[in-house]
């Protein structure tokens, strides 16, 4: 499959409220519409993780992150545009997105993906997309495809196959900026 036919094979699955596996800006995620509550459901099953735990979400911009948080602090926007390397940061308003995301505190780690893939997929979308690493709970991120679970892999409902043969081994880096500034690093 081309890229083109992979993206929109990708963005279908995702509109039909199927889960996703797919290559991202980190690492091998799992992946669904941030809207669709039963895919994000399905996303706890596969993980087999504690619904307790939230997830990350993408964005495609800077102008798609202000639709789904309140209140930016004006900080972020500086930390976004000069982070080097995939920054998540958690932020205390989000909005417009089902609260089964949000932390027990109301909270949500959101990442404006630079990343061409994700982009493509969430543009096609036009919403938020779930990023989770591709393990079940508990276990080690996978650094490549050939090393994500059977667990994982038989239980998605499509697999996007752009970049296969790539190693990623580092998750984004974890902020929380509450409405003071108050900057914690996370991971």
Known sequence: ?????????GVDALREGKTILY?????????CDASDVGAIER??????????????VLVDSVAMLERYVKEIPDVCYDLIDYAEQ???????????LPEKLFA??????????????CQQLIR???????????????????????TIESAITENVDFILEDRIHE???????????????RVEVIR
Do not use: C
Request: net charge positive.
């Open 1 to 9: 499959m081309k890229n083109n036919e992979v993206v929109k094979a």
């Open 23 to 31: 290559p991202t800006d980190t690492i091998w995620g799992i992946g």
């Open 43 to 56: 996303i706890y099953q596969i993980k087999q993780r504690p619904e307790t735990k939230s997830f990350i």
């Open 86 to 96: 995939p920054l998540t940061i958690i932020y205390d308003t989000p909005f417009n």
């Open 104 to 117: 027990d505190d109301g909270s949500l780690g959101i990442r404006v993906t630079n990343d061409a893939l």
């Open 124 to 146: 096609g979308l036009r919403r938020p997309i779930v990023s989770t690493s591709a393990n079940t709970s508990g276990n080690p991120s996978p650094t490549s495809y050939s």
């Open 167 to 181: 190693t990623m081994t580092h998750p984004s880096s974890i902020i929380k900026i509450d409405a003071n500034q």
